[in-house]
C-alpha cells in the first residue's frame, strides 16, 4: 500500500501561489502562538508511545494555522481534483523544529484523507503510521510531498503520527 498521490503540476503551483502570498503571515501567527522546541519529541512517536486504547488523545506541538483561512483558498483547488467529492479543510497545522503530532487514527471522523505538506529540507519531517504490525517512516521531499489514505471507523484503526525536525506545513482534506 502506498500512501503517496502524485498531485498534478497545475494544482500544485496553484498551492504554491497561494503559500507564496501567505508563508510570511503562517510563521508570524506561529511565532505569536509561541512554538517551543521539545527535547524529546521523538520518544512519543516510537512504537512503544501507540496508545493501548484509541481516544484521541494524542500529544503535540504543533501549532493550528486554520484561523488565517488559507483553507479557503486551497479547498477549491482541491474539489476540482476530486469532482464528485466532497472535499473539507481537516487541519492546517506548522510544526516547527522538534514538532509532532502522536500517535492517532482520526477514528472520529472516517473518511479518506488527503495531506499536503511542504519543507525547506529533504528527510527533515516525516509522515509515520503502522502497516501489518510494522512501523513503517515516510520522510517528506523538499517542496511539496502528497499523502493519502483512509481513517476507518472501527478496527482495524490507521494509526499514523508525525514528527519534523525543521519547518514543516501540513494542509489537509478530508475527502467523502
Keep these: 500500500m502506498s500512501i503517496r498521490v502524485d498531485l498534478s503540476e497545475d494544482i ?10 501567505n508563508i510570511k503571515d503562517i510563521f508570524l501567527h506561529t ?11 521523538q520518544d512519543f512517536l ?25 483553507s ?52 527533515k519531517s516525516f509522515f509515520r503510521y503502522l502497516k501489518d504490525d510494522k512501523v513503517i517512516t515516510d520522510y517528506d521531499d523538499k517542496g511539496f510531498t502528497a499523502r493519502m489514505f483512509d481513517v476507518a471507523a472501527q478496527k482495524p484503526y490507521f494509526w499514523h503520527c508525525v514528527g519534523s525536525e525543521t519547518d514543516r506545513l501540513s494542509f489537509g482534506f478530508s475527502i467523502k
Excluded at 500544485?12 to 502570498?21: N, Y
Excluded at 509532532?100 to 472516517?110: E, K, L, P, R
Aim: glycine letters at 6%; one cysteine or more.
Design 31 to 41: 511565532r505569536l502562538k509561541g512554538s517551543r522546541r521539545v527535547e524529546n519529541w
Design 46 to 70: 516510537t512504537k512503544e508511545s501507540i496508545p493501548e486504547i484509541d481516544d484521541d488523545s494524542h500529544t503535540t506541538n504543533m501549532i493550528n494555522f486554520s484561523s488565517l483561512n488559507i
Design 12 to 21: 500544485l503551483s496553484q498551492i504554491k501561489v497561494i503559500l507564496d502570498k
Design 72 to 123: 479557503q483558498k486551497m479547498q477549491p483547488i482541491i474539489q476540482k481534483y476530486f469532482k464528485d467529492k466532497v472535499v473539507r479543510p481537516t487541519g492546517f497545522f506548522h510544526y516547527p523544529d522538534t514538532g509532532y503530532m502522536g500517535w492517532h487514527t482520526n477514528s472520529n471522523n472516517a473518511c479518506k484523507r488527503l495531506y499536503i505538506t511542504y519543507t525547506e529540507e529533504a528527510g
